[in-house]
């Protein structure tokens, strides 16, 4: 199906490129081929002379267009055969067997037994205890306490103050002064210079030729195979098996266990008791008795006073001045020639300086004493007493009988019975299912694809290089020196003084009096009352509750597995192997070759006549002796295109690059 394509495509890819290939007549020298003919047409007319026009009359144009032709190719085509074929499946068909068996089944039992166990019984007993109770009471005690009393006292410190000091300072500084200065500049512009060159290429051209190519195909062919596979027979066979079983045994055995009795020990021991007492004492306080006392005393109030002065201001100030200045051109006119230099307005902005006289308002401290009056809260100390209690405590020791639970290890003996199990061997038949091994022989079919080669002719184009020449024109620029006049700004330094004021802070030392207050401790007597504690014995009874141990006798039950041996049926399920034959179909591909017609696209050259409007400007009207249009050979008189703009550029193709070149701007295209 590649192959099959590939002929088809290959006569039209080389037709294509040998139709971007340009024929074209002399264009001259006004650049018609110099956009590569973009259009899709190449203009044929002679000489069109220094500008390239036409002269009146007709052109020939050569087209491009694609024609359609039909093409005879031979390619293989594949069929699809639906084909049968027939194979053996063995199948396994289930066949269920009942079978019977002997089961050994252990058969619960239930069973009675005599236990006997303790149980501890609670006995409640009522004692007495004796106990001691602390009973407050209250004691007046006389205190030793202090005071703390305030006491004034005067002081002098010195602190400084920075008092304000004004002072005239002058200084120097810089100002830049512009001026203007007019400087001969040097500039260089491209000039364009057209030159002829011609150039050969090479042009591949397209020829069909018929080779003989070789194929290989796959033929199917069938074969019949026979095989031997081996198939596993199942058959039953009585087998005689050994078994064991566990057979209970009940023994009776003793064992000798320890139990802890309790028993009940009284004790006596000795402690200590801090026993509380009350006192009274007489104790001595100072207290604080405050007072107000009225105080007078001056301070220092700073005022700001404004003061009015002038200082002289120096103001930046400027104004707008426009300036005629000369810009060069970067262009070129219809002719090539560069363009000349432009005067534009310029706006320079002109500084100035000017030196005012302005009013100044500043503040001066002074200072002032001022008198004032003030309250000063402050304390006598009295010295009082008064009786406080004073609890205190004496040791004193008791004695105290307490009971201690205690326990004594006993031995005993109980009666158990233990059950073991005793293994015994018993024979039985059992039905084992075994498999022979069976041979078989099946047939099948077999397709296999076998290599058959095949020769058919294909058409291959191929190319042969062929050489051609065209001339076209080259634009180079040439570098051209020129001299202008160019105002430059400049700055110069000028010195100039001015006038400032400073403030300065001179320390200036002052004193003041002040009251220092302070507390000294003083020692005072007072009576409080102290809360004391004696000890009183009471008596109390409680209940003890002790455990007595008691034999108790109970029926339990116990469950006991005694083997039993019944026969049950059971199911086995047996497969046997039943051949069965079976039809399948599958598809097969046939190549068979086909003959047929393929329309193929081919691009031809067709030659067309176009009539051409008007013709050259300048004073000829019509192509000079010499070839040209005009007297000069450019275009019209004053290097522009003229009246016949559009004819003067001729057809250069019908892309606009072609007339977009220097010299031809403004060509009616």
Partial sequence: MIRKVLSCLLPAVAVVAMCTSTWAKDCGSCGGCEGGCEGGAVVSGGDCGGCGASCGGTKTVYQRQYVTEMKTVTSTEYTTETRERTYTVNKRVPRTETKTRTVTVQVPETRTKTVNYTVNKNVTETKTAEYTVQVPYTESVE???????????????????????????????????????????????????????????????????????????????????????????????????????????????????????????????????????????????????????????????????????????????????????????????????????????????????????????TYQCTTEEVP????????????????????????????????????????????????????????????????????????????????????????????????????????????????????????????????????????????????????????????????????????????VTKCVPETMTKEVSYTVMVPQQKEESYTVTVYDCVPETKTASYTVRVPHTVTKEVPVQKCITVAVEVPVEGGCGGDAGACGDAGACGDAGACGDAGACGDAGAAACGDCGSSKKGCRRKGCRRCGC
Avoid at 147 to 169: L, N
Avoid at 395 to 400: A, G, L, M, W, Y
Avoid at 436 to 442: A, V
């Fill in 143 to 361: 205190q030793t306490y202090t005071v703390m009393v305030p006491v004034s006292e005067e002081k002098t410190s010195t602190y400084t103050v920075m008092v304000p000091k004004q002072e005239e300072k002058t200084s120097t500084y810089t100002v830049q002064v512009p001026y203007t200065e007019e400087v001969e500049q040097t500039y260089t512009v491209s000039v364009p210079v057209q030159e002829e060159k011609t150039s050969t290429y090479t042009v591949q051209v397209p020829y069909t030729e018929e080779v003989e190519q070789t194929y290989t195909v796959c033929v199917p062919v069938q074969e019949e195979k026979t095989s031997t596979y081996t198939v596993q027979v199942p058959y039953t066979e009585s087998v005689e098996q050994t078994y064991t079983v566990s057979v209970p045994v009940q023994e009776e055995k003793t064992a000798t266990y320890t139990v802890m009795v309790p028993y009940t020990e009284e004790k006596v021991s000795t402690y200590s008791v801090s026993v509380p007492y009350t006192e009274q004492v007489e104790q001595t306080y100072t207290v604080n008795v405050p007072y107000t006392e009225e105080m007078t005393g001056t301070r220092t109030v700073q005022k700001r006073v404004p003061v009015q002065s002038t200082k002289t201001v120096q103001v930046r100030g400027g104004h707008w001045q426009t300036e005629m200045v000369e810009v060069p051109s970067s262009g070129t006119d219809a002719c090539g020639c560069p363009c000349p230099p432009k005067m534009c307005c310029k706006r320079v902005w002109v500084p100035t300086c000017e030196t005012k006289e302005v009013p100044v308002t």
């Fill in 372 to 543: 004032y009056s003030y309250t000063v809260n402050k304390c006598r100390q009295e010295q009082r007493s008064r009786m406080v209690n004073v609890t205190k405590h004496r040791t004193e020791e008791r004695t105290r009988t307490y009971t201690v639970q205690k326990c004594r290890p006993e031995e005993r003996t109980r009666t158990y019975t233990v059950t073991k199990y005793v293994p015994e061997t018993k024979t039985r038949t059992v039905n084992v299912t075994k498999c022979r091994s069976e041979e078989r022989t099946r047939s099948y079919t077999v397709t296999k694809m076998v290599n058959e080669t095949k020769t058919r002719k294909v058409s291959v184009t191929k190319y042969r290089p062929e050489e051609k020449t065209r001339t076209y024109t080259v634009t180079k620029m040439v570098p051209e020196t020129k001299t202008r006049k160019v105002s430059v700004t400049k700055y110069r330094s000028e010195e100039r003084t001015r006038n400032y004021t400073v403030t300065t802070c001179v320390p200036e030392e002052r004193t003041r009096t002040y009251t220092v207050t302070k507390m000294v401790p003083e020692q005072k007597t007072r009576t409080v009352n102290v809360t004391k504690y004696k000890s009183e014995t009471k008596t109390r009874e409680y209940q």
